[in-house]
C-alpha cells in the first residue's frame, strides 16, 4: 500500500493511513467514510501545502491584518470601503489602489493585509519595493535574465509595490514601471504606496508623458487614497526626539 501510495504522490495519507485503519476498525467505520477520511486528510494536506507556498512566494516583510489597522487615526479613510479590497472582484477585475501619504501612516500595512487576504483566497501575489524590483532589473545582464525577473511580477493576480519615491530613482524606473503597468493593465490587480503625491510621480521618474501614461492605466479601473496624520511608529515619542533636538551639540558645550 505504501508503494502505490509513493508512485500516486499521496504523502499524507502514507502518513496517517494506519491510523485511519486503527480508527476503522475500533469505530466500525464504513469502507466510503474511511475512504473519505483518507481522501479529506490528503486534501487538506495539500491546500496547507500551498498556502504556504504562496505566502513564501509572496515576501510579506511582516503579517498584518485589515482589523490590526486603526481606522481611528485616519478619519479620511473608511473600513467599510477597504473591505471591499479584500474581495475577489478586486482581483479578478484586474483593479488598482494607490495610497499615498508620509511615511509611517500604514500604507504598507494596508497593502499587505488585502495581499495576506488574497493569499488565503488562493490567488498568487508578490510584494516587492520599487527600488529592489528596478534594482533586480538593472542587474539582470541579458534580456532572458530581465525576463526572468520581470516574469513573476507580471504574472502574479496581486501585485503589491511598495515605497515608490521613498529613494532616489534610477533611470529606468519608469519604463519598468510603465512595462509591468501597461502589461497588467485589465488583467492583473495592483497596489502601490508612495510618499509623493500623483502630481510629482513626473518628477520621480523625470518622464512627465510617461508618468501621464503611467497614471491613465491606474486609475482607469482604481482608486487613490491620500492618508494623512502622524506617523505611528513616533507615537509617544515625541517628547523624546524633542529632548534630543534639545539636547546642546559638543561644540555648544565647549561654549
Same mark, same amino acid.
Given at each position: ?99 499615498? /501619504? ?19 483566497? /488562493? ?47 534610477? !533611470? ?69 526626539? /524633542?529632548?534630543?533636538?534639545?539636547? !546642546? ?7
Amino acid at each position: 500500500m505504501e508503494h502505490l501510495m509513493k508512485k500516486l504522490a499521496l504523502p499524507r495519507m502514507r502518513t496517517v493511513y494506519r491510523e485511519w485503519i486503527d480508527r476503522a476498525s475500533r469505530e466500525g467505520m464504513s469502507y466510503s467514510d474511511f475512504l473519505r477520511g483518507l481522501l479529506e486528510e490528503e486534501v487538506c494536506a495539500r491546500e496547507e501545502s500551498r498556502l504556504r507556498n504562496l505566502m513564501r512566494n509572496a515576501n510579506f516583510p511582516f503579517e498584518k491584518t485589515l482589523e490590526q489597522f486603526d481606522f481611528k487615526l485616519h478619519p479620511e479613510l473608511r473600513r467599510q470601503i477597504f473591505q471591499n479590497y479584500l474581495e475577489e472582484g478586486f482581483v479578478r477585475e484586474g483593479r488598482a489602489l494607490v495610497m499615498v /501619504g508620509a511615511p509611517g501612516l500604514g500604507k504598507s500595512h494596508l497593502g499587505v493585509a488585502i495581499g495576506i487576504k488574497m493569499v488565503q483566497r /488562493g490567488f498568487d501575489v508578490r510584494f516587492i519595493t520599487v527600488q529592489r524590483l528596478v534594482n533586480q532589473v538593472i542587474s539582470a545582464e541579458t534580456a532572458k535574465e530581465k525576463e526572468k525577473v520581470l516574469r513573476p511580477y507580471r504574472r502574479a493576480a496581486l501585485l503589491i509595490l511598495d515605497e515608490f519615491g521613498y529613494l532616489i530613482p534610477e !533611470p529606468e524606473t519608469g519604463p519598468v514601471l510603465y512595462e509591468l503597468i501597461s502589461e497588467r493593465y485589465e488583467k492583473k490587480a495592483t497596489i502601490i504606496t508612495s510618499n509623493k503625491s500623483l502630481t510629482e510621480w513626473g518628477k520621480i521618474i523625470q518622464d512627465n508623458s510617461l508618468a501621464s501614461a503611467l497614471l491613465d492605466r491606474l486609475m482607469h479601473h482604481g482608486e487613490v487614497y491620500y492618508l494623512k496624520g502622524e506617523s505611528y511608529r513616533l507615537k509617544g515619542k515625541e517628547k523624546l526626539l /524633542g529632548q534630543q533636538e534639545a539636547k !546642546p551639540t559638543d561644540e555648544e558645550e565647549k561654549k
